[in-house]
């Protein structure tokens, strides 16, 4: 059975910082490309940040480029995205997204809340 499990979201000033994190079982962990989006109410899902097998690339969204940053934890089956110098603007409920080599399979986590307030 798949499970992806975000957690780490909350509520943070502007300029703070918050680190989300993405569990996975279930899955090939090492040959899937784990991604970041996020949908703000009102508006549709967009990727935020990918790290892709294939290649190895990273890749982030220019809203967020500079201030935010993926990593994976091969040996804990985890991503994690460290979210720095928070704006009003990033307030969303962030995905985790894990996709196969080729796009067979497709999985989302049910979000985490990111409210970034004063």
């Known amino acids: 059975q798949v499970q992806i499990m975000e957690s780490g979201g909350g509520l943070v000033q502007p300029g703070g910082s918050l680190r989300l994190s993405c569990a996975t079982s279930?899955?090939?962990?090492?040959?899937?490309?784990m991604s970041w989006y996020r949908q703000a109410s009102g508006k549709e899902r967009e990727v935020v940040a990918t790290a892709a097998r294939d290649g190895g690339q990273i890749n982030y969204s220019d809203s967020v480029k500079g201030r935010f940053t993926i990593s994976i934890d091969n040996a804990k089956n985890t991503v994690y995205l460290q979210m720095n110098s928070l704006k009003p603007e990033d307030t969303a409920v962030y995905y985790c997204n894990a996709r196969s080599p080729y796009n067979i399979l497709n999985y989302w986590g049910e979000g985490t809340l990111v409210t970034v307030s004063s």
């Open positions: 279930g899955i090939t962990f090492e040959s899937y490309s």
